[in-house]
T-cell receptor, first 111, second 115 residues
């Protein structure tokens, strides 16, 4: 699987958009970009995934650059409950793949 | 519907004792995963069950670790002769099937402390 690089931590003001970057310059053509988050003392939670087109769901938007070497997860109106560690993963869309999380970005939403 | 549940939520044991951790996946999910997460660390894959296929045990750190999945549903992770380095949060996840997106639903985890 391609390696990802994320900032260790970020702060965001409550109500503002949180933009979390991820570099995945070695991503291959069949690999998707997935985002999970883990709120303190809880299991990881799926957020969104995409291949090359930008994606949006009720939780977030995912912007993938045209060359697919980086992406940004956008939480449009961050709340205090969005404080968590956010993990960017690249995986092939393939049965049975287990998840491997690196360090992720610790997002702190402040009032 | 109900999510993935795990029990116990916390387990404190003495070094050398055996422990059993339980996972109840989402009903109908054919894939089940066990992971562990040490304090401040990322996720470490342990074992994967898919339907009736032989499990992928490639992540088990030693032969003290084993897991079963009975009837394609509930799974038990057993750690024999526990060591202090086994202390971690053990997470279970389930997924709907081989043709679904790779979205795994996680349980709340079992925090294991080996004294």
């Amino acid at each position: 699987d391609a390696k990802t690089t994320q900032p260790t931590s970020m702060d965001c003001a409550e109500g503002r958009a949180a933009n979390l970057p991820c570099n995945h310059s070695t991503i291959s053509g069949n690999e998707y970009v997935y985002w999970y988050r883990q709120i303190h003392s809880q299991g990881p939670q799926y957020i969104i995934h995409g291949l090359k087109n930008n994606e949006t769901n009720e939780m977030a938007s995912l912007i993938i650059t045209e060359d697919r070497k980086s992406s940004t997860l956008i939480l449009p109106h961050a709340t205090l409950r969005d404080t968590a560690v956010y993990y960017c993963i690249v995986r092939a869309y393939n049965a049975g793949n287990m998840l491997t999380f690196g360090g992720g970005t610790r997002l702190m939403v402040k009032p | 519907g109900a999510g993935v549940s795990q029990s116990p939520s916390n387990k404190v044991t003495e070094k050398g004792k055996d422990v059993e951790l339980r996972c109840d996946p989402i009903s109908g999910h054919t894939a089940l995963y066990w992971y562990r997460q040490s304090l401040g660390q990322g996720l470490e894959f342990l074992i994967y069950f898919q339907g009736n296929s032989a499990p992928d045990k490639s992540g088990l750190p030693s032969d003290r670790f084993s897991a079963e999945r009975t009837g394609g549903s509930v799974s038990t992770l057993t750690i024999q002769r526990t060591q202090q380095e086994d202390s971690a949060v053990y997470l279970c996840a389930s997924r709907a099937g081989v043709s679904s997106y790779n979205e795994q639903f996680f349980g709340p985890g079992t925090r294991l402390t080996v004294l």
